[in-house]
T-cell receptor, first 117, second 114 residues
Framework: AQKVTQAQTEISVVEKEDVTLDCVYE???????LFWYKQPPSGELVFLIR??????QNEISGRYSWNFQKSTSSFNFTITASQVVDSAVYFC??????????????FGKGTKLTVNP | EPEVTQTPSHQVTQMGQEVILRCVPI?????FYWYRQILGQKVEFLVS????????KSEIFDDQFSVERPDGSNFTLKIRSTKLEDSAMYFC????????????FGNGTRLTVT
């Protein structure tokens, strides 16, 4: 069965520090997608990235970067020079294609990031 | 950019009452989903819906739950007789043709059962 583990329950940093959020996954699928979502205190899920299992290139988007390592089944997320507005719960998720053809996401338990001024 | 919209944003209901959560998926999408997040916990898959029928459902989605696409635009989740443990954030999502299209989530409906 698909599984996503986010071992860090809570992280607290001071503004401008770099922080890495860990994500380890398990799947038997050869083709899958990995995601990161941000959930601010207001509760909505904000899409950050979707990565295909065949694309192992690291990705950078502004202060955000993602390190995908298939060999260790990890998809870690780094925020550089963190800001107070980055405070949120961050979820890693793995897609699973169902027999019915729909795609369901399996989420990790989330990491609560607090950035202090 | 097209969005998935959910109404209401917050619903309070009494235990035992029926509640209907509403969603308007993106117009050309074909797959529809409901997810649930109990406060402080992870987001969990409830059900997927395609071609006017349930495609897959989780063990959480018992006989108290039902989904419907009553017209060409709405997608609803009904909880027949709410329990205290149904209190959660419910997210609707939709995706385009093909099982590998990215999911688009709505902003969620926070359901409080008293």
């Amino acid at each position: 069965a698909q599984k996503v583990t986010q071992a860090q329950t809570e992280i607290s940093v001071v503004e401008k520090e770099d922080v890495t959020l860990d994500c380890v996954y398990e799947t038997r699928d050869t083709t899958y997608y990995l995601f990161w979502y941000k959930q601010p205190p207001s509760g909505e899920l904000v899409f950050l990235i979707r990565r295909n299992s065949f694309d192992e290139q690291n990705e950078i988007s502004g202060r955000y970067s993602w390190n995908f390592q298939k060999s260790t089944s990890s998809f870690n997320f780094t925020i550089t020079a963190s800001q107070v507005v980055d405070s949120a719960v961050y979820f890693c998720a793995l897609s699973e294609l169902t027999q019915g053809g729909s795609e369901k996401l399996v989420f990790g338990k989330g990491t609560k990031l607090t950035v202090n001024p | 950019e097209p969005e998935v919209t959910q109404t209401p944003s917050h619903q309070v209901t009494q235990m035992g009452q029926e509640v209907i959560l509403r969603c308007v998926p993106i117009s050309n999408h074909l797959y529809f989903y409901w997810y649930r997040q109990i406060l402080g916990q992870k987001v969990e898959f409830l059900v997927s819906f395609y071609n006017n029928e349930i495609s897959e459902k989780s063990e959480i989605f018992d006989d108290q739950f039902s989904v419907e696409r009553p017209d060409g635009s709405n997608f609803t989740l009904k909880i027949r007789s709410t329990k205290l443990e149904d209190s959660a954030m419910y997210f609707c999502a939709s995706s385009g043709a093909g099982g590998r299209s990215p999911l688009h989530f709505g902003n969620g409906t926070r359901l409080t059962v008293t």
